[in-house]
Every structure is written in structure tokens, then in C-alpha cells.
């Protein structure tokens, strides 16, 4: 009988500890994860935004320098 008991015990304390340690732990692992690559994601779509807004504007810039030489006449 006090076998059965400890028994049933064990099941208890290792369905308890099953379903409200293990698995919550590896939800919470699963989801921080998942957090993780949608930051670093995010991270080199801003990166790659940066990227080419500095070539646009340095070819903008390129356009200006060209658009300002006039060209030098010599006036007698």
C-alpha cells in the first residue's frame, strides 16, 4: 500500500515537473529564438537601407560637383 502510494507520488511530482518546468522552458527558449532572428532580421534591413542611401546620395553629390564646373574662359 505505502508502495502504491509512492508510486502515485512519483507520477504527481514527475508530471508537475514535466508540465510546469520543462516545457514552460522550452516554450520560453523556443520564443526568445524566434525574438532573436526577427531582431537580427530587422538589423540588416536597416543596414541594407543605410547602405544604399550612402550610394545614393554619394552619386547625388558626384552629379552636383559635375552640374557646378563651368568651364574657365580666358576674357580679353
Known amino acids: ?18 508540465f510546469e518546468f520543462i516545457i514552460p522552458i522550452f516554450n ?6 524566434k525574438k532573436m532572428s526577427e531582431f537580427q532580421q530587422q538589423m540588416q534591413q536597416n543596414q541594407q537601407a543605410k547602405e544604399q542611401t550612402a550610394t545614393f546620395k554619394s552619386t547625388e553629390i558626384k552629379k552636383d560637383i559635375d552640374k557646378e564646373y563651368i568651364d574657365y574662359e580666358e576674357v580679353k
Do not use: D
Open 28 to 33: 520560453a527558449s523556443k520564443q526568445m529564438n
Open 1 to 18: 500500500m505505502v508502495r502504491l502510494f509512492f508510486e502515485l507520488f512519483m507520477v504527481y511530482v514527475g508530471y508537475k515537473l514535466i
